[in-house]
């Protein structure tokens, strides 16, 4: 048993090739317009989820979705995932309001992500 619980997938990220069409696609398909849309970055907040569309895969350089599993404690969690086997791709940081974001690579080579709001 881990010390740390996790809250759920409540972020999924999406790299998209045209951000336009994509963000038409997610409109439709989600019925509410982006919460928050920049050229870089559009995102929508629909039934307690956050889906954020990132053009040619974001500073990431994703290629496939991003689920992120929210955490209360991101480093108590990172030590958890890493002592079990996972290996830490990007490290904790702050990606602004008080957020915490951090990826891990499963044994199998599965790319999770943790998310800490303050």
Not at 61 to 85: C, N, S, Y
Not at 88 to 111: C, F, Q
């Amino acid at each position: 048993m881990t010390s740390s619980s996790t809250q759920g997938i409540k972020t999924v990220l999406h790299p998209v090739s045209d951000l336009a069409q994509a963000k038409a696609v997610y409109t439709a398909l989600l019925g509410v317009a982006p919460q928050t849309d920049t050229p870089h970055y559009v995102g929508f907040d629909v039934a307690g989820q956050h889906i954020g569309l990132l053009p040619n895969g974001g500073p990431q350089g994703l290629t496939t979705p991003l689920a992120h599993w929210h955490v209360a404690d991101i480093e108590a969690k990172l030590a958890e995932v890493t002592a079990a086997g996972a290996t830490v791709k990007e490290p904790s940081h702050d990606v602004g309001g008080g957020r915490l974001v951090a990826t891990v690579i499963d044994p199998d080579g599965n790319l999770l992500g943790l998310v800490q709001d303050r």
